[in-house]
């Protein structure tokens, strides 16, 4: 027996109930899941009732009935979709009817009106005297607005979306759609705010950086960095964005202390004059008639005059060498006004030097042009505001990589207390060689040492390249902002988030005499936690060591990947290709065998267009004992610069010579036709061996003859190959070198040029004897 609410029950009882419960538990589930999900309302009624469990395992119905033509309006069945709701208003507003303050319950709600993300619930009162229909909201309002709309805008221009997003989002969630003209309109309200706090708060930075220039150097003369970016991404060749924005950040605070937005286009302007008529009046942000390229300097003179205007006389500019905004200041605002360069782009300037002169010098690798750059970059990092040492150390770096160390000092160049070391970052650490690469990389080096003081007076734009990367999320440059006044919001809360940080959304909240919202701040509060915590860390040096190395594995990993897989994406690439018609059969994968001793050895080499295993070949050779072969095959592809330079095979007018002297050629399937034909005049259980062939030669090999068919003819006369690269790195570990060059000269004492095939082969040949 037990007792359950003051009565007592035996135990068939107490199961008879608890089935009575769990029945009445299924049906109501059954009933919400059938107002919830479509996939279960609204279709045909069947004879077998629909388990909840039943709705994700049958097959999607058939749809066809349902109405072609929705209405996606306001609709008066309230227990359709979701809503946002704030729970304390709605709870008073069901507290009591206004008439007979009698409780108001939410089950009897007549109609819903939208507005927005808000909504006016219509509840009748069902007491039998009163009957009054009450207006409850699901938000609070200022001036009969819903504050949710309002911070749904401030969150659209934070986050860097746009109606069609939010709306995707919203209906995901079976939200009802806000409405563009409604979006507009609390955007405006919001943005109003933004730019007066935006305003505000670059007027306090302003007064805050000349406070610190003054206690620093003593000094009024501010030195601020200026950089600009543009809603469209340039090509290199077509620079025509229709709008840019500009910052000016202090030296000495890092905050912006102005900021400006140029505009060639008005959505409002622009639909007027396509209809001959005058455009309404709106709030037009068009304020730029010349090119996208001349943005740049002219929010730059604006802003320093206006600084000048107010009393903060700017005596230096930080900027890039891209603009000739240095000119026009000098002679529209001050004459004697300095500019610094900034030293990121003085080294993407530098790279990209060398990266041309790779074109007409095939010996500066990409190798050499690493340790350069690393090279230069200590250079003006080492000697900042010291101009007779930075002239000095431009002047060794023309020598140093080449082994001349007259112009080094010991502080940095090891060289000197010690003849015997080697070059980590280059070739088998030996010093550059090249003499006409030393003759053009002095002239490079001479043009810098002739800006020495202005090497050595770099500054920085890093901050204002952080800003335009927080104004390209708020305004993503695969949208186009600018035909209204939503660039010019989102450019203010950027420069909000730059001087503030995100804790700004809360204020500009308070500002517009909203509530800040206890989850807004608390989520800001911790990603400027984060925020200073990521800036913290990425300073130390062990991060910025683990930096360089992820980059340098990546570098070279990709490298490695391209090299194997050949041209995979380029240009017109399938131009120069036959297309794949069928799937070819998967090859079976190498294995490790032991060679028979009745075999017999045929060394072989391959000279090709280039250093990817998809290379065509151009020559070919074998030896056997007093037995050799050798042929040039006219490749399908062109031959590389670099692989011509090596191997000295060319083709001019369709015709291959070898030196500058014309040879016989033939097509690939002759050639691979004379090379089967050697090896049956050997005999049968050919081995072929040869110097690192397992990672190229082999691959090559099998391309073509998988190209021409003739792979199977191939395999009935050769029985396994033999990589000598491999046998000597096995047999003679600890060697310095185990390219065919140094194994030649460390075994051999001889020098000889490689790339020819058949002197590649012969000195093969003659290790292998």
């Not at 299924?26 to 919830?36: C, F, G, K, S, T």
């Not at 700017?314 to 900027?319: A, P």
């Not at 690798?365 to 150390?393: D, P, R, W």
């Not at 691959?699 to 029985?719: M, Q, T």
Request: aromatic share 6%; hydrophobic share 30%.
């Amino acid at each position: 027996m037990g007792r359950n609410r003051g009565y007592f029950r035996n135990e068939k009882q107490f199961k008879r109930r608890e089935n009575v419960s769990a029945t009445q538990v299924r049906r109501w589930n059954i009933h919400q899941l059938d107002r919830e999900h479509g996939y279960c309302s609204g279709l045909p009624q069947t004879t077998n009732p629909v388990r909840p469990d039943e709705c994700v395992t049958r097959d999607f119905p058939d749809l066809s009935f349902v109405e072609k033509n929705v209405n996606v309006g306001d609709s008066d069945d309230w227990r359709e979709g979701r809503r946002v709701v704030e729970l304390s208003v709605l709870a008073d507003g069901l507290a009591g009817c206004k008439m007979c303050n009698n409780p108001l319950s939410l089950s009897h709600t007549t109609r819903v009106l939208n507005y927005g993300l808000g909504a006016l619930l219509k509840i009748q009162c069902m007491n039998t005297v009163c009957h009054f229909v009450n207006t409850v909201p699901t938000g609070k309002r200022h001036q009969q607005v819903f504050d949710m709309n309002t911070k749904l805008a401030t969150g659209v221009l934070h986050a860097g979306i746009g109606i069609t997003q939010i709306n995707s989002l919203l209906t995901s969630l079976n939200i009802p759609a806000v409405s563009h003209a409604m979006l507009d309109r609390r955007q405006r309200e919001t943005g109003d705010a933004l730019e007066a706090m935006a305003q505000k708060s670059t007027k306090e930075w302003m007064i805050e950086e000349q406070r610190l220039t003054s206690e620093q150097t003593g000094d009024d003369e501010l030195a601020v960095s200026v950089d600009a970016g543009w809603q469209k991404r340039g090509s290199g060749k077509a620079y025509d964005s229709l709008s840019g924005h500009c910052s000016m950040i202090g030296k000495h605070t890092g905050k912006i202390t102005n900021y400006k937005v140029r505009s060639r286009s008005c959505r409002v302007c622009s639909s007027a004059a396509s209809r001959n008529e005058p455009a309404e009046d709106h709030d037009c942000r068009k304020n730029w008639e010349g090119s996208a390229k001349a943005m740049e300097q002219d929010m730059i003179v604006e802003m320093v005059s206006e600084c000048n205007a107010k009393g903060f006389k700017t005596g230096t500019v930080i900027g890039d060498d891209d603009s000739t905004t240095i000119a026009r200041l000098r002679r529209h605002v001050d004459a004697n006004i300095k500019k610094i360069s900034d030293k990121n782009h003085v080294k993407k300037n530098f790279s990209k030097t060398l990266y041309k002169l790779q074109n007409s010098n095939k010996s500066l690798t990409s190798t050499i042009i690493k340790y350069l750059k690393k090279c230069f970059n200590y250079v003006i990092a080492q000697n900042h505001g010291n101009t007779i040492v930075m002239e000095k150390a431009l002047k060794s770096l023309s020598k140093h990589p080449f082994g001349d160390h007259s112009q080094c000092n010991k502080s940095w160049c090891r060289f000197i207390t010690n003849p015997q070391e080697v070059y980590k970052s280059l070739t088998n650490g030996n010093p550059i060689q090249d003499k006409k690469l030393k003759e053009t990389l002095t002239e490079v080096f001479d043009s810098y040492i002739s800006h020495a003081e202005k090497l050595a007076s770099l500054g920085s734009t890093q901050a204002n390249e952080s800003f335009n990367k927080t104004v390209g999320s708020k305004a993503p440059k695969s949208h186009h902002y600018s035909g209204s006044a939503s660039l010019n919001y989102r450019v203010a809360g950027s420069v909000l988030q730059k001087n503030i940080g995100y804790t700004y959304v809360s204020l500009v909240h308070k500002r517009m005499g909203l509530s800040p919202g206890a989850h807004t701040i608390r989520l800001a509060q911790l990603k400027d936690l984060q925020s200073r915590k990521r800036r913290a860390i990425a300073t130390t040096r062990k991060a910025k060591i683990k930096r360089l190395a992820l980059k340098s594995k990546k570098s070279n990993s990709y490298a490695a990947s391209e090299l194997r897989e050949g041209d995979s994406y380029r240009s017109c690439v399938a131009l120069k290709s036959h297309d794949i018609t069928e799937i070819p059969a998967p090859r079976i994968p190498p294995a490790d065998v032991e060679i028979p001793d009745d075999v017999a050895y045929v060394c072989f080499d391959l000279e090709t267009t280039g250093l990817g295993r998809n290379s065509h070949i151009t020559q070919m050779a074998a030896v056997c004992g007093d037995k050799q072969w050798q042929c040039y095959v006219k490749p399908k592809v062109p031959i590389s610069s670099s692989a011509s330079e090596v191997t000295g095979i060319t083709v001019r007018n369709g015709r291959m010579h070898h030196n500058g002297k014309f040879v016989e050629s033939t097509n690939i399937s002759s050639a691979l036709d004379a090379f089967i034909d050697f090896f049956s005049k050997i005999g049968s259980g050919i081995c072929l061996y040869g110097h690192n062939i397992k990672s190229f030669d082999c691959h090559v090999l099998f391309n073509a003859l998988e190209a021409v068919g003739k792979i199977e003819k191939f395999n009935n006369s050769v029985s396994g190959f033999l990589d000598t690269k491999l046998l000597f790195r096995s047999q003679h570990p600890g060697l310095s070198s185990y390219s065919q060059q140094s194994l030649v000269s460390h075994f051999l004492q001889q020098e000889y040029s490689a790339h020819n095939a058949m002197d590649d082969l012969m000195h093969s040949f003659a290790m292998k004897v």
